[in-house]
């Protein structure tokens, strides 16, 4: 791969990170405004506990879905491109 391939995917790559990184802040402070209105202002042990534990378990569901779905995307591409072989 060239210098200037190699520059590119890595200015994608933290691009794309980054707009990661602002979409999870966005989804951050929905969810904040949520348990506040289920908890109240007072931000208590309990709600953040609550909080942590349910950004984490959604988090984790995410995951295993997104994961899921690009291992079906790869199958399929395999299976047309081993099509476009023969």
Known sequence: MSLK?????????LVTAAFGLVAALA????????FSLIFG???TLVAM????IV??????IVVILIG??????????????EGLKR
Request: aromatic share 4%.
């Open 27 to 34: 989804w951050n402070g929905a969810i904040q405004e949520l």
């Open 68 to 81: 899921r779905a690009a291992a079906k995307a790869k199958r399929e591409d395999e299976r047309v491109s």
């Open 49 to 52: 506990l609550v909080y942590a």
């Open 41 to 43: 202002e007072q931000s």
């Open 55 to 60: 950004v984490t378990i959604i988090a984790v």
């Open 5 to 13: 391939a190699e520059i590119i995917d890595k200015i994608a790559a």
